[in-house]
């Protein structure tokens, strides 16, 4: 089983910056992937971001140029900077963490962390 806790959203003015991070814990696990998802009311969930164990990361065009996930490998936690944020932004994130447990890869979610963008 793997554990994801995430913190750091909160409410901010448009055109202000949020972290977000997302740590995993459990045992003996080794991340594939590890990815950011938001949700707003009334919307399908959507992928913001998504960083490979390589270090390769891909975004939703929503977000290109504004936000940045980074990661820790040794910590098993990773990072959401977003910038420039806009009440389009506005939603429950969620962490996403691809895991595998022996031989065999599991999804696991965390809570969701509010983020909330006024104009």
């Known amino acids: 089983q793997v554990q994801l806790v995430e913190s750091g959203g909160g409410l901010v003015q448009a055109g202000g910056s949020l972290r977000l991070s997302c740590a995993a814990s459990?045992?003996?696990?080794?991340?594939?992937?590890m990815a950011w998802y938001r949700q707003a009311p009334g919307k399908q969930r959507e992928l913001v971001t998504r960083i490979l164990s390589s270090g390769s990361t891909s975004y939703g065009d929503s977000v290109k140029g504004r936000f940045t996930i980074s990661g820790d490998n040794a910590k098993n936690t990773v990072y959401l900077q977003m910038n420039s944020l806009k009440p389009d932004d506005t939603a429950l994130y969620y962490c996403?963490?691809?895991?595998?447990?022996?031989?065999?890869?599991?999804?696991?979610w965390g809570q969701g962390t509010q983020v909330t963008v006024s104009s």
């Open positions: 996403n963490a691809n895991a595998w447990i022996g031989f065999v890869g599991y999804d696991y």
């Open positions: 459990g045992s003996r696990f080794r991340i594939n992937t």
